[in-house]
Every structure is written in structure tokens, then in C-alpha cells.
């Protein structure tokens, strides 16, 4: 099996015309101007807001810009170790640069590409990098690669990624590439997004909110 079809049997398994597996709401408190949510559940809300940020950085100014990105980073990400120059880099730099980073801001500079174009490039961050790696061990994949595990503001997710550190050293894991590794998942969660007929985003937040699950599949006889 490769990952593209572990993430396709993931995807086959849960979408549906609710994707009622996201539960978390936006909190309408500090939505920028101009964002009007619509009713219906966690998934439509966020998926329009992500919509609508995108629509509205096309045509903003760079202060804007920044503001906008400022937001989904820290109001919205709850990720709040950021410097102004962060985040004025993240809103302004071009996609190519961003990605040239490598691991270093990836959580946030992901959200930031996400914005700008949400059916191009998905957000990366602890909970996708738990599940991508345990999509490996429970399908198995052929020839898996430890995809970069990241800091993380759960416990579970932060526990989960010490088993699969270790559970990849011991197996003797290829490591993805800092460099390299960004575009294989985008370029793995997009194929996978045309061939089921959704969007790249909902993948990833598929991704997001799978990760509990299946690390209690990849480690059965763990207590979490």
C-alpha cells in the first residue's frame, strides 16, 4: 500500500455531504470585517471562513494582508509565538520562499498559504504529521518515511508523536526531507483530493481531526 492510498481509504471511509468528524466551531468573537459565518456545523463554518479570508487577502492592501493572516495564525491557530516580522514575512513572502523554510514555522506558514489559495496548499501542522505518520503504520505503507512530527498544545498528540519517533527508529524509517517534504504532502493530499472529488482542504482537516483515532489504531495496546 502506498500513503496516497491509505489517505484514500481514510477518505472513503468518513466524507460525507456533512463531515460532521469536525467539531470545532470558529469562535465569532474576533472574526475579521467583512466574514459573516452561515449556519451549520464546525466543517461549513470553517471551510467558509477560509473561503472568505481568501477572498478578502486577493484584494487587500499588505496591511491588510498581515491582518488577516495575523488572525488565522494567532486568533484562529492559537498560535500565538509569533513576531511581527513572522508574520509580515508569512503574508508577504511568495509561496516558493515559504516553503524553502522547511520545518521552521511550518504550522504557521502553512495557515498563511492556506489563505491565499485553499484549494493549493494545505496547512501542516502536529495533528496532520500524527496522522500521516500513522496512516503509515496501520495501512502498512511500503517504504514509509517519517514525515517531521511537531510541537504540539495536546498531550495526547504530543505522546503520540514520541511512540512514532520511536516506532520509526526502530523500524529504521526513511526521513523525509526538510526541503522536499512540504510538496510531497501537498502534491499526495491533492491527487488524493481530485481522485475522491473533494477539496485538498477538507483532506487535511480530515487529517486534523483523525489524528486521536488513528493513533489508538496504529498503537492498539497503548493506554491513552
Given amino acids: 500500500m502506498t500513503l496516497r492510498e491509505a489517505i484514500l481509504a481514510l477518505g472513503n471511509a468518513n466524507l460525507t455531504e456533512v463531515n460532521d468528524w469536525y467539531p470545532w466551531h470558529v469562535n465569532p468573537s474576533f472574526l475579521p470585517t467583512g466574514i459573516a459565518l452561515p449556519r451549520g456545523n464546525a466543517y461549513a463554518q470553517n471551510v467558509a471562513l477560509k473561503l472568505q479570508l481568501s477572498n478578502l487577502y486577493a484584494t487587500a492592501d499588505d496591511r491588510i494582508k ?3 493572516t495575523e488572525y488565522y495564525i494567532v486568533k484562529w491557530g492559537g498560535i500565538k509565538r509569533n513576531t511581527r516580522e513572522n508574520i509580515r514575512i508569512y503574508a508577504l513572502d511568495t509561496p516558493e520562499s515559504l516553503i524553502a523554510r522547511g520545518f521552521r514555522g511550518i504550522a504557521s ?3 498563511a498559504l492556506c ?3 485553499p484549494n493549493e496548499y494545505a496547512i501542516y501542522d502536529a495533528r496532520v504529521a500524527v496522522s500521516l505518520n500513522c496512516l503509515q503504520i496501520t495501512g502498512p505503507v511500503n517504504l514509509p518515511m517519517k514525515f517531521p512530527l511537531l510541537p504540539g498544545q495536546n ?3 504530543s505522546l503520540g508523536s514520541r511512540m512514532i519517533l520511536r516506532y520509526a527508529s526502530v523500524r529504521g524509517w526513511a526521513i523525509a ?3 522536499d517534504f512540504y510538496r510531497e504532502y501537498n502534491e499526495v493530499l491533492s491527487s ?3 481522485f475522491l472529488g473533494t477539496n485538498l482542504y477538507t483532506l487535511e482537516m480530515l487529517l486534523f481531526a483523525k ?8 498503537f492498539p495496546d497503548e493506554e491513552f
Fill in 66 to 68: 498581515q491582518e488577516i
Fill in 109 to 111: 506558514w502553512s495557515k
Fill in 115 to 117: 489563505i491565499r489559495y
Fill in 155 to 157: 498531550k495526547l498528540i
Fill in 177 to 179: 526531507r526538510e526541503k
Fill in 192 to 194: 488524493s483530493a481530485q
Fill in 211 to 218: 489524528a486521536p483515532e488513528l493513533l489508538q489504531e496504529a
